[in-house]
């Protein structure tokens, strides 16, 4: 049984797939090229487009020693595509020879591939005679070995010359589905009964996730719709106990702002721990609608403002906050086994300049904490400029902050140092950077 269930076509599939991967390498986002695929198509082309993004490295070396001068966009898309699925058999997700006799399908009935159609044959048919060779030449080029940019590669070994193995091979791995039990309506261990009552296996995992052994769809998890639990990865979990612990014995209701607030996940688990006025701000109107969907299964009040958080004059009321979230715009070099598309749209420029916009941020969100107060910066990336890069900067420039004890770096695939993890566990994390300040009473 092939590993992706064929619904339709396989010829058209690889269609579709070679035109998500054509848009993400003009700038789309690989989520954005996908909501347009034919819904009929989506599943098994999201599937076989994540197969591809993890793989792309090696497939564009591999097209480049079968063709010296790049071909047409869409017949280039479509060969790396086959390549990308078909280079190691024991990965393949079809039998390789189905794979190259559909991709030639595709291209024949495509309109902006079809005058290529023949050399498409001819690079695929050689592909299948001299694949050992082809893959042991390209072995030699780091993009086809670790399935990032170069830049990316020399930037992670440079920062983490003794990780950067584990942080790469992790990113291509598929992420567990991670929940996050709502502990005002039960207890993980109680959630976890009714899983395995539901015939779903998971084990906890810190204070309140439960990783899945094999993923489902949301429908079948009991108490979905209730709001007794939601999808998220267990770094993101740690956000909101981070901000609220020690803070929350307080006698009056908190202020707490959720500053770039969407999909909501986080602000759901703030509102899930405190009995405050929680506001969620995002500057993107579509992206709010995201925030209250998934806010009105848990059935909790939130403010959501549809406002950029650099212009508060735009939208605060000008009261202090009590705590504050900055979960910062960044280059979510941390979730790409979650995101496989992210490491081809990122180029090392965008690094420098979200730092600058996180910069920013923090000063200008800093200045509605009231003293006592707190502000957690965070951010899903790996990369030092988003992470304690920043924490030297902003501390230099307020002397009214204090650091309090932060996980710091989270990185995917690599022990977790003494004190960053409850129990030192091996980190099953995505890459995120925790730093907690404090303003200093008046």
Same mark, same amino acid.
């Given at each position: 049984?092939?590993?992706?269930?064929?619904?339709?076509?396989?010829?058209?599939?690889?269609?579709?797939?070679?035109?998500?991967?054509?848009?993400?390498?003009?700038?789309?986002?690989?989520?954005?090229?996908?909501?347009?695929?034919?819904?009929?198509?989506?599943?098994?082309?999201?599937?076989?487009?994540?197969?591809?993004?993890?793989?792309?490295?090696?497939?564009?070396? !591999? *097209? %480049?020693? &079968?063709?010296?001068?790049?071909?047409?966009? #869409?017949?280039?898309?479509?060969?790396? $595509? +086959? @390549?990308?699925?078909?280079?190691?058999?024991?990965?393949?997700?079809?039998?390789?020879?189905?794979?190259?006799?559909?991709?030639?399908?595709?291209?024949?009935?495509?309109?902006?591939?079809?005058?290529?159609?023949?050399?498409?044959?001819?690079? !695929? *048919? %050689?592909? &299948?005679?001299?694949?050992?060779?082809?893959? #042991?030449?390209?072995?030699?080029?780091? $993009? +086809? @070995?670790?399935?990032?940019?170069?830049?990316?590669?020399?930037?992670?070994?440079?920062?983490?010359?003794?990780?950067?193995?584990?942080?790469?091979?992790?990113?291509?791995?598929?992420?567990?589905?991670?929940?996050?039990?709502?502990?005002?309506?039960?207890?993980?261990?109680?959630?976890?009964?009714?899983?395995?009552? #539901?015939?779903?296996?998971?084990?906890?995992?810190?204070?309140?996730?439960?990783?899945?052994?094999?993923?489902?769809?949301?429908?079948?998890?009991?108490?979905?719709?209730?709001?007794?639990?939601?999808?998220?990865?267990?770094?993101?979990?740690?956000?909101?106990?981070?901000?609220?612990?020690?803070?929350?014995?307080?006698?009056?209701?908190?202020?707490?702002?959720?500053?770039?607030?969407?999909?909501?996940?986080?602000?759901?688990?703030?509102?899930?721990?405190?009995?405050?006025?929680?506001?969620?701000?995002?500057?993107?109107?579509?992206?709010?609608?995201?925030?209250?969907?998934?806010?009105?299964?848990?059935?909790?009040?939130?403010?959501?403002?549809?406002?950029?958080?650099?212009?508060?004059?735009?939208?605060?009321?000008?009261?202090?906050?009590?705590?504050?979230?900055?979960?910062?715009?960044?280059?979510?070099?941390?979730?790409?086994?979650?995101?496989?598309?992210?490491?081809?749209?990122?180029?090392?420029?965008?690094?420098?300049?979200?730092?600058?916009?996180?910069?920013?941020?923090?000063?200008?969100?800093?200045?509605?904490?009231?003293?006592?107060?707190?502000?957690?910066?965070?951010?899903?990336?790996?990369?030092?400029?988003?992470?304690?890069?920043?924490?030297?900067?902003?501390?230099?420039?307020?002397?009214?902050?204090?650091?309090?004890?932060?996980?710091?770096?989270?990185?995917?695939?690599?022990?977790?140092?003494?004190?960053?993890?409850?129990?030192?566990?091996?980190?099953?994390?995505?890459?995120?950077?925790?730093?907690?300040?404090?303003?200093?009473?008046?």
């Amino acid at each position: 049984m092939n590993k992706i269930e064929e619904r339709v076509p396989l010829w058209r599939q690889l269609q579709s797939t070679a035109a998500v991967i054509q848009s993400v390498r003009t700038g789309l986002s690989g989520t954005a090229a996908i909501e347009e695929v034919p819904t009929e198509l989506r599943p098994g082309v999201q599937a076989l487009a994540f197969h591809v993004w993890r793989n792309l490295g090696r497939a564009e070396a !591999l *097209r %480049r020693e &079968l063709a010296l001068k790049s071909p047409p966009p #869409a017949a280039d898309a479509l060969l790396c $595509v +086959a @390549l990308a699925l078909a280079w190691c058999d024991a990965d393949a997700p079809y039998d390789v020879h189905t794979l190259v006799n559909q991709t030639v399908e595709a291209a024949k009935r495509s309109a902006s591939a079809r005058a290529q159609a023949n050399f498409v044959n001819a690079c !695929l *048919r %050689r592909f &299948l005679r001299e694949r050992d060779a082809l893959v #042991a030449k390209t072995d030699a080029d780091s $993009v +086809a @070995l670790w399935n990032h940019p170069k830049w990316w590669v020399e930037r992670v070994q440079r920062e983490r010359p003794q990780q950067w193995r584990d942080i790469l091979a992790m990113a291509n791995t598929h992420a567990p589905m991670t929940l996050r039990v709502n502990v005002r309506k039960i207890t993980p261990n109680d959630y976890l009964q009714a899983l395995l009552r #539901a015939g779903i296996v998971g084990r906890i995992f810190g204070a309140s996730a439960i990783i899945l052994e094999h993923p489902v769809s949301v429908q079948s998890l009991p108490g979905f719709d209730d709001g007794l639990v939601s999808v998220q990865d267990a770094a993101a979990q740690l956000a909101a106990p981070l901000l609220l612990n020690g803070i929350l014995q307080s006698n009056r209701k908190l202020r707490v702002l959720d500053a770039c607030a969407a999909p909501g996940g986080k602000t759901g688990h703030l509102l899930e721990l405190t009995e405050g006025e929680v506001t969620a701000l995002e500057v993107d109107p579509r992206r709010c609608v995201r925030i209250n969907q998934n806010i009105t299964r848990l059935n909790l009040p939130v403010r959501v403002l549809t406002a950029d958080a650099l212009k508060p004059q735009d939208w605060w009321d000008g009261q202090p906050y009590d705590a504050i979230l900055l979960d910062a715009p960044c280059t979510a070099s941390g979730i790409v086994r979650r995101h496989p598309d992210v490491r081809w749209l990122r180029r090392e420029s965008d690094v420098d300049q979200l730092a600058a916009l996180q910069q920013k941020m923090l000063q200008t969100l800093w200045a509605l904490v009231r003293p006592g107060g707190r502000l957690l910066y965070c951010t899903c990336s790996i990369f030092l400029a988003e992470g304690g890069g920043q924490v030297k900067t902003f501390l230099a420039h307020n002397t009214d902050a204090g650091l309090l004890p932060s996980p710091g770096h989270l990185l995917p695939g690599t022990h977790a140092n003494p004190g960053e993890v409850p129990d030192n566990q091996p980190s099953d994390y995505d890459g995120f950077y925790y730093a907690l300040f404090q303003k200093q009473m008046a």
